[in-house]
């Protein structure tokens, strides 16, 4: 929708807010909006009103992946009340289960013979954002660290991280689900802090395959592979500092760094099938540590003392 400006006492410009929107948020005269500048764009925001969203949906002929995947979606989607119409007890088992390990912030608070009713009990706010991303990089740091200690040592224990990638999830799902329902901070940014906590989480998965595949590993393990596993996890260390610490030279030095262990990789003479694996996993996880390298510039180049914004009108002409 469009909107003119009008001009007040010579200074002040002026214009009307959307009629439905005020009637939906109850806003009366003299109460405070929220103006936000994001370069060319302001965002009017009310803490006064938040929307609850609701979706009713059958999940009778759904299978366990099917349920799982449909619900994660749900949740970061942004919804406040899912209601769910089931078939079995297994259903229920799984969206008990999901409720305890994955949807942060939500109950069941209604159930019968044939309905689950799931709500929101958390207030959503953009504040939260910050603070509940950095504990997903720190969560998946120490996935990274804990997990290649046990493997050195007592692979039989590496089942018992799977809590924290399962930590790792409920944080970047409700991240994701504030992204969802406008709660970032930058309009803008939403693709590029998206591709982050997307990498996040199948970051931690491929850590939780390593646990998980490895665990009770009987097959030695060449210590040159240790040493692997240390640089990639150095590796994505690195990128958590220069996503809080935004420096060229850090920027280059991890670009370098990922080439010196793709070569250190391919130099590694593979055993037998554990060693196959452990590498696949650590070359994914690389990869994937390396795919933030483009969100993390779009995010943070604003910061660069070597970047200048000049912003000119576009030609009349």
């Not at 009990?121 to 954002?129: H, K, N, R, S």
């Not at 590496?158 to 799902?173: A, F, P």
């Not at 030695?220 to 500092?241: D, M």
């Amino acid at each position: 929708m469009k909107r003119k400006i009008i001009q007040l006492a010579g200074k002040t410009s002026v214009i009307s807010l959307p009629s439905k929107w005020v009637r939906e948020c109850n806003i009366k005269k003299g109460y405070e909006l929220e103006v936000i500048e994001q370069g060319k764009e302001l965002l009017i925001k009310t803490e006064t009103f938040k929307t609850n969203e609701k979706i009713s949906m059958d999940i009778a002929d759904f299978n366990e992946m099917t349920l799982r995947y449909s619900l994660s979606a749900l949740h970061k989607t942004g919804y406040d009340e899912i209601i769910l119409f089931y078939s079995n007890q297994k259903q229920v088992e799984i969206i008990q289960d999901m409720v305890k390990n994955l949807l942060l912030g939500f109950i069941i608070i209604e159930q019968n013979s044939k309905k689950l009713i799931l709500k929101s009990i958390t207030l959503d706010v953009e504040e939260e954002f910050d603070p509940t991303l950095r504990r997903a990089f720190l969560v998946s740091i120490s996935l990274a660290d804990s997990s290649l200690g046990i493997l050195e040592n007592n692979p039989s224990d590496l089942k018992s991280l799977i809590h924290l990638e399962k930590t790792n999830n409920q944080l970047t799902s409700f991240c994701m689900r504030l992204i969802n329902k406008g709660d970032y901070k930058s309009k803008k940014n939403i693709q590029f802090i998206s591709t982050i906590v997307w990498s996040l989480e199948k970051i931690s998965d491929q850590y939780k395959y390593i646990c998980i595949e490895l665990n009770n590993n009987q097959e030695k393990i060449n210590k040159e592979i240790f040493n692997i596993y240390k640089e990639v996890n150095n590796f994505f260390r690195l990128y958590y500092e220069l996503f809080y610490k935004f420096e060229i030279l850090k920027f280059n030095e991890v670009s370098d760094k990922r080439f010196e262990i793709i070569k250190m990789m391919n130099n590694i003479s593979i055993k037998n099938k554990s060693e196959s694996r452990l590498l696949n996993h650590l070359n994914a996880i690389l990869s994937k540590t390396a795919d933030l390298s483009s969100s993390i510039f779009g995010l943070r180049h604003y910061d660069l003392k070597e970047c200048k914004i000049n912003e000119k009108p576009l030609s009349q002409d």
